[in-house]
């Protein structure tokens, strides 16, 4: 498959443009947040979570990966799972807390972040935009694919702060809480993921030869690469048939989901427990020993 897809062309897969757009960001957090000499500075975790974060993001979306999302239905779904699950985590990680304080000065996004709020939210709209009618219309427009996906980010990071929020004042949930709240994220999202995997027919458009396999591709292949090649479909690089390869993508973006999820309850429940076992009183037995 890898030969395959070099005839797109280097651009195509390594995004220099968005690598150089990556690059400024980086950039950007030195300046802002590395190359201080006050107690604002970045601690070093912060600043391994923060470039940890940008090159997943690069990874995801500048790398090889991003051209097979637009081929592959399962490699979409991985994307995805990495770029909503996992990267939003690291740059809330990677940014210290007095930065965040001050764009949470905002009324509206402390509103958005409530927990019931950013829950319903985020579940929402990743489901809304897997329904085909808007998953085919968003993959056909550049526009439209860059407004969605960024609003769903946007509403993944929304969704995360109530468990990772860095101001003490705002984290509202204890860790029972944030328990239930990861549970009640793993349910929200399995109808959109069971709709898909248990599907018998190809539910989307954009992955068929004569639907809009071409302007999805558009997307990443620059339009001179795309006019001078005779592609017949996706089959010619997916070695699985189109409704094979949709359930697959199913199954993927839900196995990663419960494998992220379940290492966050890992992490909240374990330190949680150990805390309340070691205020638990002695036996009577114990107590008496000590006693003598």
Same mark, same amino acid.
């Given at each position: 498959?890898?030969?395959?897809?070099?005839?797109?062309?280097?651009?195509?897969?390594?995004?220099? +443009? +968005?690598?150089?757009?990556?690059?400024?960001?980086?950039?950007?957090?030195?300046? @802002?947040?590395?190359?201080?000499?006050?107690?604002?500075?970045?601690?070093?975790?912060?600043?391994?979570? @923060?470039?940890?974060?940008?090159?997943?993001?690069?990874?995801?979306?500048?790398?090889?990966?991003?051209?097979?999302?637009?081929?592959?239905?399962?490699?979409?779904?991985?994307?995805?799972?990495?770029? +909503?699950?996992?990267?939003?985590?690291?740059?809330?990680?990677?940014?210290?807390?007095?930065?965040?304080?001050?764009?949470?000065?905002?009324?509206?996004?402390?509103?958005?972040?409530?927990?019931?709020?950013?829950?319903?939210?985020?579940?929402?709209?990743?489901?809304? +935009?897997?329904?085909?009618?808007?998953?085919?219309? %968003?993959?056909?427009?550049?526009?439209?694919?860059?407004? =969605?996906?960024?609003?769903?980010?946007?509403?993944?990071?929304?969704?995360?702060?109530?468990?990772?929020?860095?101001?003490?004042?705002?984290?509202?949930?204890?860790?029972?809480?944030?328990?239930?709240? =990861?549970?009640?994220?793993?349910?929200?999202?399995?109808?959109?993921?069971?709709?898909? /995997?248990?599907?018998?027919?190809?539910?989307?458009?954009?992955?068929? %030869?004569?639907?809009?396999?071409?302007?999805? @591709?558009?997307?990443?292949?620059?339009?001179?690469?795309?006019?001078?090649? %005779?592609?017949?479909?996706?089959?010619?690089?997916?070695?699985?048939?189109?409704?094979?390869?949709?359930?697959?993508?199913?199954?993927?973006?839900?196995?990663?989901?419960?494998? /992220?999820?379940?290492?966050?309850?890992?992490?909240?429940?374990?330190?949680?427990?150990?805390?309340?076992?070691?205020?638990?009183?002695?036996?009577?037995?114990?107590?008496?020993?000590?006693?003598?």
């Amino acid at each position: 498959m890898w030969q395959d897809i070099q005839i797109f062309g280097f651009r195509a897969l390594w995004s220099p +443009y +968005y690598m150089i757009f990556i690059l400024c960001l980086g950039l950007a957090y030195y300046f @802002l947040f590395v190359h201080r000499t006050d107690n604002k500075k970045a601690s070093s975790q912060q600043i391994l979570y @923060l470039y940890g974060g940008l090159l997943l993001l690069y990874i995801i979306k500048g790398s090889p990966i991003d051209l097979m999302s637009h081929i592959m239905f399962t490699a979409h779904m991985i994307q995805m799972a990495i770029y +909503y699950l996992i990267f939003p985590i690291l740059i809330i990680k990677g940014i210290p807390s007095w930065a965040w304080e001050k764009v949470f000065q905002l009324s509206l996004l402390r509103l958005l972040t409530k927990p019931l709020i950013a829950l319903i939210l985020f579940n929402g709209l990743f489901s809304f +935009y897997h329904i085909p009618l808007i998953f085919d219309f %968003a993959k056909a427009n550049e526009y439209a694919h860059a407004v =969605i996906t960024s609003t769903i980010l946007i509403a993944a990071f929304f969704m995360w702060w109530p468990i990772f929020t860095p101001i003490k004042k705002l984290e509202t949930l204890t860790p029972l809480l944030k328990i239930g709240y =990861i549970i009640a994220n793993g349910i929200l999202i399995t109808p959109a993921c069971a709709l898909i /995997i248990f599907s018998l027919d190809s539910l989307y458009q954009t992955y068929t %030869a004569n639907g809009g396999w071409i302007q999805a @591709l558009a997307l990443c292949v620059p339009s001179d690469v795309l006019s001078g090649l %005779a592609l017949s479909g996706p089959e010619m690089f997916s070695p699985l048939g189109l409704t094979e390869d949709q359930q697959l993508g199913g199954i993927v973006m839900k196995i990663t989901q419960e494998i /992220i999820y379940g290492c966050l309850l890992a992490r909240i429940f374990f330190p949680w427990f150990r805390s309340g076992a070691d205020k638990v009183d002695p036996l009577p037995s114990a107590t008496y020993q000590q006693s003598e």
